[in-house]
């Protein structure tokens, strides 16, 4: 088992361009979620899929940043366009949905995102 | 509001010298409690939850619910124990997700 993977493992772009990361949760894992890690500080929640649907997308910081998870696979999260604030670290977990239980979390390795 | 809170950046001891990871928490209801550790070059990934009531690498955590504190405890430091360390909470039944929310995370050095 591979585990959650990302992709890309590290994108430097430019203010005002686009970039697209990627995730591919364990399989069976209906349970998608995003977050952020920005320098210094905490790890935050950006949103969380189960299958294709968004259960909670409370943590997205603003409308540059776009989610999708067609088919209730893998999933993308766009940023267009880029701000020098959104550098960081955006890491992709999965889990498998038990009722009435919070789910252990599986995390991907990260995606090292800088915008110049 | 929920909140987690690691007061210590960094902790740094020598091996075999007791170690204690501060967590407390700020959260309305009855929210599940992990700590999350993360090794150089390795994945984020989960030590324990209170729930499970467990040991892990000689890892223990008990909730305390009247001072809201969740530290990380282990007799005796090892070298490989050398981490990011996250404490992280959750809501599920109240909120229907399972997001996590996570401190800001120690960094643990054991020295040899």
């Known amino acids: 088992e591979a585990g959650v993977t990302q992709f890309p493992s590290h994108s430097v772009i430019e203010k005002g361009q686009t970039v697209t990361l990627r995730c591919d949760p364990i399989?069976?894992?209906?349970?998608l979620y995003w977050y952020r890690r920005v320098m210094g500080k905490e790890i935050k929640f950006l949103l969380h899929?189960?299958?294709?649907?968004?259960?909670?997308e409370s943590g997205m910081p603003n409308n540059r940043f776009l989610a999708e998870r067609t088919g209730g696979t893998y999933s993308t999260l766009k940023v267009q366009p880029a701000e020098l604030e959104d550098s960081g670290v955006y890491f992709c977990?999965?889990?498998?949905?038990?009722?009435?239980?919070?789910?252990?979390?599986?995390f991907g390795p990260g995606t090292r995102l800088t915008v110049l | 509001a929920q909140r987690v809170t690691q007061p210590e950046k960094l902790l740094s001891v020598f091996k075999g010298a007791p170690v204690e990871l501060k967590c407390n928490y700020s959260?309305?209801?009855?929210?599940?409690l992990f700590w999350y550790v993360q090794y150089s070059r390795q994945r984020l990934q989960l030590l324990l939850r209170?729930?499970s009531r467990e040991s892990i690498k000689g890892f223990t955590a008990d909730l305390n619910k009247g001072e809201t504190s969740f530290h990380l405890k282990k007799p005796f430091a090892q070298e490989e124990d050398s981490a990011m360390y996250y404490c992280?909470?959750?809501?599920?039944?109240?909120?229907?997700?399972?997001?996590?929310?996570f401190g800001t995370g120690t960094r643990l050095q054991v020295f040899p």
């Open positions: 977990a999965s889990s498998q949905e038990v009722r009435d239980r919070v789910n252990e979390q599986f």
């Open positions: 399989s069976g894992h209906d349970n």
């Open positions: 899929f189960v299958k294709e649907s968004k259960q909670d």
């Open positions: 959260y309305s209801g009855s929210p599940e």
């Open positions: 209170h729930i």
């Open positions: 992280a909470l959750s809501g599920k039944r109240r909120y229907n997700t399972d997001k996590l929310i």
